[in-house]
């Protein structure tokens, strides 16, 4: 490791009553890299983004962002602050169509959110944007599609296009391949390899295959701790990590 | 969609033109108790159509406004319209101390605490001297329009209400399509998704809550003034049911749907009032009757019918583009 370490946590531990989710795990991913986290089901991969992006509270440890601790921090703040998230199961907004879920994501810094009063007409000046960021996902031809009507890879690119909208210097993808066929993985792949230029990005992911492609650095995780590091070639002949693979099938 | 447009501004030119001439047509009492509760109802709205919060207390709203207004014009001898920004006022100062103990909840849970804060309203209002307790407050002076239109008469009265309809009405319209209601709608869509996106959930919530509790305190206010009197099926959680009810049956999540649903609700309390209690028994029959033929409401049926008319499939908004589904 030679570059700067953007996010870190020391020690983070979580417990739901008596069982131990996440238990002492101390991450470092270093800025501009594409760092995976793997591991089998429950392993707490999951668990870690949501202490990361404080969707629920640490029961102990630290999180770091860029020097700062963010372990209190609110999860809206994180966003604000440029580390933002996607979900296991595809996060759209449903009832709105393309480009309105793009807006959702850019309206914020015209810090005009709260204005009742404002009529709607005032987003439209980030319609040329929107429309940029969904032929950037291949989406160009929906941007007027309700979303509901898409295909799952194609609501999966919509978030992709709604998180970079956003413009994050860290992005946390949460399985941004499963559910997907053949090709629309590919065509994922591509993307984030696109949209990583310049920035980080934490992955989870449990197609090796992926990770093998993308991922400059990997961390397997198998109940709650944190088993082994390195590049995919070093930690893939691990035999800890082959055995916590064969033990609990993925 | 420039037709669905002009569609929809003949919409709203239809309803305006029936509110002008409704007095004319059906008892102007009829027609003003009618207007207080579909504003009561689109309020309502607001909060469960565009937020996707359900609350179970908002008669302590309407009730406030109502008791409120009256005090001020009773005993205070305040002019109308000051009488009614009172009960407003305090409605919504009501709304932004249940909300912000409530909004932390979600689900059944947020039902629950706005039900037990509407019920210790109710509670307060029972108990205190100045509201006449089971009696209700009664006298209350309608007073003159701007100190200058005497408002017993039954028309100016009507068009005092309508006036004040129609601005509540197109505060609600516009809140709907603002920069702000575009957020409420993605938190009602994906609640963690809004949040991962820096929208702090919680405020917009709050926001939409005092909105809420401040209109229905507006239309409380203004049934007080029209009935001349308060009562306490204004606080009774009776009234946060028929609301729900209301808005269901109209469509939730439409703009005008509330207050059609507010208009067959009067219309069934007013001309079935010959039998008797059977009343409740016949507006639940309907009810039960229309969630389950028409799940989205009759405004919501004939939006649907209407714009899959317009485009075909029905799926999607605009036609600019052919699509090719990939
Ligand atoms: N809110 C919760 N309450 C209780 N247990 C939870 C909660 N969230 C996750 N867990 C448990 O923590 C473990 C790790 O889950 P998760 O982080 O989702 O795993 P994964 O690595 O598959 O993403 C699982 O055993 C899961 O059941
Ligand atoms: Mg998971």
């Known amino acids: 490791m030679n570059g700067e370490c953007i996010l870190e946590t020391r020690g983070l531990v979580k417990q739901f009553n008596e069982f131990v989710a996440v238990n002492g795990v101390s991450l470092r991913v270093e800025r501009g890299s594409i760092h995976a986290l793997i591991g089998p089901n429950g392993a707490g991969k999951t668990t870690v983004f949501n202490l990361l992006t404080r969707f629920i509270p640490v029961t102990r440890g630290e999180i770091r962002f860029r020097g700062e601790d963010i372990t209190g921090a609110r999860p809206a703040d994180i966003a604000r602050r440029g580390m933002v998230r996607s979900f296991q199961v595809s996060a759209v907004f449903p009832a709105l169509t393309a480009v309105e879920n793009i807006r959702v994501a850019l309206q914020r810094k015209l810090g005009t959110s709260f204005h009742f009063w404002r009529t709607e007409r005032s987003l439209e000046a980030l319609d040329a944007r929107a429309v940029e960021l969904l032929a950037e996902v291949g989406l160009a031809e929906h941007s007027d599609t309700v979303t509901v009507e898409l295909p799952y890879g194609r609501k999966r690119a919509l978030e992709l296009a709604t998180t970079l909208a956003l413009d994050p210097e860290v992005m946390l993808l949460d399985e941004p391949t499963q559910g997907m066929g053949h090709e629309d993985v590919g065509r994922v792949v591509a993307l984030i390899r696109r949209v990583a230029q310049g920035r980080t990005v934490l992955m989870v992911e449990h197609n090796l295959s992926v990770v093998q492609d993308l991922a400059d650095r990997v961390t397997v995780l198998a109940r709650g701790q944190v088993l082994a590091e390195g590049s995919y070639g070093e930690v893939s002949k691990d035999p800890a990590v082959l055995e916590a693979y064969i033990g609990a099938p993925a | ?326």
């Open chain 2, 1 to 326: 969609m420039s037709r669905l447009r002009s569609l929809e501004a003949l919409g709203w030119g239809v309803l305006v033109a029936v509110g002008i001439v409704a007095p004319f047509v059906v008892y102007p009492v009829f027609a003003m108790n009618v207007l207080c509760l579909a504003l009561f109802a689109s309020a309502f709205n607001l909060l469960l159509g565009y937020t996707g919060l359900l609350s179970f207390g908002h008669a302590a709203f309407l009730g406030a406004g109502a008791y409120v207004t009256g005090l001020a014009a009773k005993t205070w001898g305040l002019p109308t319209e000051l009488a009614v920004l009172s009960g407003t006022a305090v409605a919504t100062a009501l709304g932004a101390i249940f909300g912000s103990l409530a909004i932390r909840r979600s689900g059944i849970y947020f039902a629950m605490i706005t039900l037990g804060f509407a019920q210790l309203v109710y509670f307060l209002v029972v108990q205190m001297s100045w509201t006449g307790g089971e009696d209700g407050l009664q006298g209350i002076p309608r007073g003159k329009a701007l100190g200058l239109f005497p408002l017993d008469q039954q028309l100016t009265m009507y068009y005092f209400v309508f006036t004040a309809f129609l601005g509540a009405f197109f505060v609600i319209h516009r809140a709907i399509h603002s920069p702000f209601g575009h957020v409420l709608r993605a938190v009602r869509e994906n609640e963690p998704r809004a949040l991962s996106l820096g929208y702090d959930v919680d405020r917009y919530k709050l926001v939409a809550f005092v909105l809420s509790a401040a209109l229905a305190g507006l239309a409380g206010s203004l049934k007080a003034v029209v009935l001349q009197f308060a009562s306490l099926s204004d606080v009774h959680w009776h009234r946060s049911g028929e609301v729900v009810l209301m808005t269901l049956l109209g469509g939730m999540g439409t703009v005008v749907g509330p207050s059609v649903g507010a208009l067959i609700v009067v219309a069934l309390e007013n001309y079935l009032t010959d039998v008797g209690s059977w009343v409740t028994v016949i507006t639940g029959a309907v009810f039960v009757v229309c969630v389950l033929s028409f799940r989205r409401g009759i405004v919501g049926e004939v939006r649907a019918l209407v714009a899959r008319s317009f485009t075909g499939a029905g799926r999607k908004r605009s036609s600019s583009s052919p699509s090719s589904s990939g």
